[in-house]
């Protein structure tokens, strides 16, 4: 076996003098004398090109150029010649009368022109008289026609944490790769933008990576060829990232792996050139790098907020990138930012923003006029704003978890991944007339797009997710955890009735998202509820005689709140005032009930309902609430919320809120476990994976460790009467890069 990596050169610019003409190597066009604009060359002719420039004047053959640019694929001799015919084309090279390639009967070929590299400087002065537009080169195929299939993996990884838990562990899985076709375009089914849209046929894809460890966030360069993305270490200690095509085959590392750093969220830049990316440490540290598409040192652009910065997207002019998060520790609303390159300095954008809103994922459109973005998070819709600043206007009416999104090329739709029954989904929305498309990919989220090509690129998750349960003895050392109920599916949000005989959970067990129950320690009393599909997001909340309980179900327009009895199967809807409730719990008064539901357009507050009424009469409300835990025993509630981290506390007639406890993240409300022995915090830090921490942590009650190993945990649940933790965590995780040609719309 050939190495390839021993003979496809690293470039040391971003141009080639190659002869008389020049290779613009991130655009992949080669400037020849005497014609008016450059000719873009497929990406396997470049690196055949590349091949030949690291063995300038010696002889290559064909064997040699199939194995190192086509590794792992059983490619015809065709696609070497094709690939020779473009740079010919390239170099306006005669065949018979060769200046730059020459064939050698049986041999190989030999490249005869002198190269040399350019820096920026020389290269303004060699192509100055070189217009931006770019011819194609002859549409060749760019891939081997035959790819190999690569069996599943498994890992785990403390970075990815509970994000990736989202995306992942309530889907079900990918069975088998499809093959690809790069020629053909997939008409979609529509539905208007506020309905769930349809189902297709199964989609045109395959997934490209298949390396240890988890591949996310990619990014498709501008002309579709090419996809960025960070590569996780089996640990997930370190990310670094990698740059491949559009086809299943080794990639090149873009940036180096270093333990405790970690390379993520690349963006193409527009002309392709360079990436950006987000560099972060195991300390405090963050910063915004930039480094040349064709690899060299990354230089820093500005800092960021570790943990609050999430994603970017260059506007189209090259100057100044889009973020969402926020450019300072003190800032508490996250909002659209604007990073101008020149300065490295950060600025809001200048729109109308309610500060209790959440704006994430903003995107530039490709024509520059438009920046789309996510509203919210567990009720979230996609919103646009001019570029410019201004009034933003709403485009769906999902109320649904989002994961990711990107313009097509034209500008006049945006792909996106949204949460629906049980999975996430890639769907299309057509802007001007509102309608979704379902793209027919399941479990797939992060979408990146080409400015200039409908080449898609898309994360596919994976995960097994299982029940346990850890004694709490007051002594000894903890053992290791027990499974419940174990099955190949997911198992997910794990609530203990008070009475320590019962316990609920959602699965996938049956292929298909519902609420389970039985009595602990007997298998064969598992039964699934049936009447309603849970909303994968809590655990449902017992009541305090342990014979019904709440949980968040879905309808075809949106979420409703359910009471379930258990021990007969009845399924009933609760009539609750406020749209879209995500959380319910019970109050001593057994005609109260808080609900956290939506206020505004995805904006989540708190409500107290008397339910003695018809309709439910609301008696109070605090705004700006993520998840409430009832503490019946010390008569409050004790909650998170988004604006403001930390554990927060309100009386039973959410009265006199005040801060708690400062260590939770805004989204740190599924780690609160409430006894009667007061409230708890389920923690992880550098030594524990599961640390038991008292509120307030005092030296009389100290913290205890769990589990050692960390953990991507969704949810706690406590045994009061057997003294058992329970929650759900991640047995295998794997993530890798799906790619597709976009389908197109249809015509109407």
Same mark, same amino acid.
């Given at each position: 076996?050939?190495?390839?990596? =021993?003979?496809?050169?690293?470039?040391?610019?971003?141009?080639?003098?190659?002869?008389?003409?020049?290779?613009? #190597?991130?655009?992949?066009?080669?400037?020849?004398?005497?014609?008016?604009?450059?000719?873009? $060359?497929?990406?396997?002719?470049?690196?055949?090109?590349?091949?030949?420039?690291? =063995?300038?004047?010696?002889?290559?053959?064909?064997?040699?150029?199939?194995?190192?640019?086509?590794?792992?694929?059983?490619?015809?001799?065709?696609?070497?010649?094709?690939?020779?015919?473009?740079?010919?084309?390239?170099?306006?090279?005669?065949?018979?009368?060769?200046?730059?390639? /020459?064939?050698?009967?049986?041999?190989?070929?030999?490249?005869?022109?002198?190269? &040399?590299?350019?820096?920026?400087?020389?290269?303004?002065?060699?192509?100055?008289?070189?217009?931006?537009?770019?011819?194609?080169?002859?549409?060749?195929?760019?891939?081997?026609?035959?790819?190999?299939?690569?069996?599943?993996?498994?890992?785990?990884?403390?970075?990815?944490?509970?994000?990736?838990?989202?995306?992942?562990?309530?889907?079900?899985?990918?069975?088998?790769?499809?093959?690809?076709?790069?020629?053909?375009?997939? %008409?979609?089914?529509?539905?208007?933008?506020?309905?769930?849209?349809? +189902?297709?046929?199964? %989609?045109?894809?395959?997934?490209?990576? &298949?390396?240890?460890? &988890?591949?996310?966030?990619?990014?498709?360069?501008?002309?579709?060829?090419?996809?960025?993305?960070?590569?996780?270490? /089996?640990?997930? /200690?370190?990310?670094?990232?990698?740059?491949? !095509?559009?086809?299943?085959?080794?990639?090149?590392?873009?940036?180096?792996?270093?333990?405790?750093?970690?390379?993520?969220?690349?963006?193409?830049?527009?002309?392709?050139?360079?990436?950006?990316?987000?560099?972060?440490?195991?300390?405090?540290?963050?910063?915004?790098?930039?480094?040349?598409?064709?690899?060299?040192?990354?230089?820093?652009?500005?800092?960021?907020?570790?943990?609050?910065?999430?994603?970017?997207?260059?506007? %189209?002019?090259?100057?100044?990138?889009?973020?969402?998060?926020?450019?300072?520790?003190?800032?508490?609303?996250?909002?659209?930012?604007?990073?101008?390159?020149?300065?490295?300095?950060?600025?809001?954008?200048?729109?109308?923003?309610? *500060?209790?809103?959440?704006?994430?994922?903003?995107?530039?459109?490709?024509?520059?006029?438009?920046?789309?973005?996510?509203?919210? #998070?567990?009720?979230?819709?996609?919103?646009?704003?001019?570029?410019?600043?201004?009034?933003?206007?709403?485009?769906?009416?999902?109320?649904?978890?989002?994961?990711?999104?990107?313009?097509?090329?034209?500008?006049?739709?945006?792909?996106?991944?949204?949460?629906?029954?049980?999975?996430?989904?890639?769907?299309?929305?057509?802007?001007?007339?509102?309608?979704?498309?379902?793209?027919?990919?399941?479990?797939? +989220?992060?979408?990146?797009?080409?400015?200039?090509?409908?080449?898609?690129?898309?994360?596919?998750?994976?995960?097994?997710?299982?029940?346990?349960?850890?004694?709490?003895?007051? &002594?000894?050392?903890?053992? *290791?955890?027990?499974?419940?109920? %174990?099955?190949?599916?997911?198992?997910?949000?794990?609530?203990?009735?008070?009475?320590?005989?019962?316990?609920?959970?959602?699965?996938?067990?049956?292929?298909?998202?519902?609420?389970?129950?039985?009595?602990?320690? @007997?298998?064969?009393?598992?039964?699934?509820?049936?009447?309603? $599909?849970?909303?994968?997001?809590?655990?449902?909340?017992?009541?305090?005689?342990?014979?019904?309980?709440?949980?968040?179900?879905?309808?075809?327009?949106? !979420?409703?709140?359910?009471?379930?009895?258990?021990?007969?199967?009845?399924? @009933?809807?609760?009539?609750?005032?406020?749209?879209?409730?995500?959380? +319910?719990?019970?109050?001593?008064?057994?005609?109260?009930?808080?609900?956290?539901?939506?206020?505004?357009?995805?904006?989540?507050?708190?409500?107290?309902?008397?339910?003695?009424?018809?309709?439910?009469?609301?008696?109070?409300?605090?705004?700006?609430?993520?998840?409430?835990?009832?503490? +019946?025993?010390?008569?409050?509630?004790?909650?998170?919320?988004?604006?403001?981290?930390?554990?927060?506390?309100?009386?039973?007639?959410?009265?006199?809120?005040?801060?708690?406890?400062?260590?939770?993240?805004?989204?740190?409300?599924?780690?609160?476990?409430? !006894?009667? /022995?007061?409230?708890?915090?389920?923690?992880?830090?550098?030594?524990?994976?599961?640390?038991?921490?008292?509120?307030?942590?005092?030296?009389?009650?100290?913290?205890?460790?769990?589990?050692?190993?960390?953990?991507?945990?969704?949810?706690?649940?406590?045994?009061? $009467?057997?003294?058992?933790?329970?929650?759900?965590?991640?047995?295998?995780?794997?993530?890798?890069?799906?790619?597709?040609?976009?389908?197109?719309?249809?015509?109407?």
């Amino acid at each position: 076996m050939l190495n390839q990596h =021993h003979n496809l050169i690293v470039p040391l610019s971003d141009w080639l003098k190659i002869g008389e003409c020049v290779l613009d #190597i991130p655009r992949r066009e080669v400037a020849a004398p005497g014609r008016a604009v450059p000719l873009r $060359i497929t990406l396997k002719a470049q690196q055949v090109l590349m091949v030949l420039v690291s =063995h300038q004047g010696k002889v290559v053959s064909r064997e040699a150029l199939i194995e190192w640019v086509w590794p792992d694929t059983l490619p015809t001799d065709d696609v070497l010649t094709q690939a020779i015919t473009q740079l010919r084309k390239a170099f306006c090279d005669d065949r018979d009368a060769p200046r730059y390639l /020459e064939t050698i009967a049986k041999g190989g070929y030999r490249l005869l022109a002198p190269v &040399s590299w350019l820096d920026s400087e020389t290269d303004n002065a060699v192509v100055a008289d070189v217009a931006p537009p770019v011819q194609d080169a002859a549409a060749m195929p760019d891939m081997a026609t035959v790819v190999r299939l690569h069996g599943p993996r498994s890992s785990s990884r403390k970075y990815l944490g509970i994000g990736l838990v989202a995306v992942a562990a309530v889907a079900a899985g990918i069975g088998v790769l499809v093959a690809q076709r790069p020629g053909d375009a997939i %008409p979609v089914r529509e539905q208007a933008a506020g309905a769930p849209p349809l +189902a297709t046929a199964p %989609p045109d894809y395959q997934r490209i990576t &298949s390396l240890p460890g &988890s591949e996310m966030w990619p990014s498709v360069s501008p002309d579709g060829g090419q996809v960025v993305y960070s590569a996780f270490s /089996e640990d997930g /200690e370190t990310a670094s990232l990698m740059v491949q !095509t559009t086809a299943p085959v080794p990639p090149r590392s873009l940036t180096q792996s270093v333990k405790g750093k970690r390379d993520v969220m690349p963006v193409w830049s527009p002309d392709g050139r360079a990436i950006v990316f987000t560099r972060s440490g195991d300390e405090e540290d963050c910063a915004i790098m930039l480094v040349p598409s064709s690899g060299g040192e990354p230089r820093m652009l500005g800092a960021c907020v570790r943990d609050r910065m999430m994603s970017y997207s260059w506007h %189209p002019d090259g100057r100044h990138l889009v973020a969402d998060g926020v450019s300072s520790p003190q800032q508490k609303s996250s909002s659209i930012q604007v990073l101008e390159l020149a300065t490295g300095i950060w600025r809001p954008l200048a729109y109308e923003k309610d *500060e209790r809103h959440i704006d994430m994922a903003p995107m530039y459109s490709p024509d520059g006029r438009w920046i789309a973005f996510q509203r919210n #998070i567990s009720l979230s819709d996609l919103w646009r704003v001019p570029a410019s600043g201004g009034r933003p206007e709403r485009l769906t009416k999902l109320k649904t978890n989002i994961y990711g999104l990107a313009w097509t090329p034209d500008s006049k739709a945006i792909v996106f991944s949204a949460y629906r029954d049980g999975s996430s989904s890639l769907l299309r929305l057509d802007i001007a007339s509102r309608r979704l498309s379902d793209l027919g990919v399941a479990d797939a +989220a992060f979408p990146s797009i080409g400015s200039n090509s409908p080449s898609l690129a898309f994360v596919l998750g994976k995960s097994r997710t299982l029940l346990y349960s850890l004694p709490l003895d007051a &002594s000894g050392p903890v053992p *290791e955890p027990d499974t419940v109920f %174990p099955s190949t599916g997911q198992d997910l949000l794990p609530a203990v009735a008070p009475d320590g005989r019962q316990v609920a959970f959602v699965s996938d067990r049956s292929a298909r998202l519902g609420l389970w129950w039985a009595e602990l320690g @007997r298998p064969e009393s598992l039964r699934w509820i049936e009447g309603f $599909i849970p909303v994968a997001r809590y655990a449902p909340v017992w009541s305090s005689d342990s014979t019904n309980l709440l949980m968040i179900g879905r309808t075809d327009s949106n !979420t409703v709140l359910y009471e379930v009895t258990p021990a007969t199967a009845r399924v @009933r809807r609760l009539p609750v005032p406020a749209g879209d409730p995500i959380h +319910a719990e019970y109050l001593p008064d057994p005609t109260r009930l808080v609900v956290v539901a939506d206020q505004d357009a995805g904006r989540l507050g708190l409500i107290l309902y008397d339910r003695s009424v018809e309709p439910w009469r609301s008696l109070a409300s605090i705004d700006d609430v993520v998840l409430a835990r009832v503490d +019946a025993a010390r008569q409050r509630i004790v909650f998170t919320r988004q604006m403001r981290p930390g554990l927060w506390q309100a009386d039973l007639d959410l009265r006199q809120p005040k801060l708690i406890d400062s260590r939770l993240g805004p989204w740190g409300g599924r780690r609160v476990v409430v !006894t009667r /022995e007061g409230v708890r915090l389920v923690l992880t830090d550098e030594t524990c994976g599961l640390r038991w921490t008292p509120v307030p942590q005092t030296d009389a009650r100290p913290a205890r460790c769990l589990h050692a190993e960390p953990l991507a945990v969704a949810a706690f649940s406590y045994d009061e $009467i057997h003294r058992r933790l329970y929650y759900s965590a991640v047995k295998e995780e794997s993530s890798d890069i799906g790619w597709m040609r976009l389908p197109a719309a249809r015509n109407r």
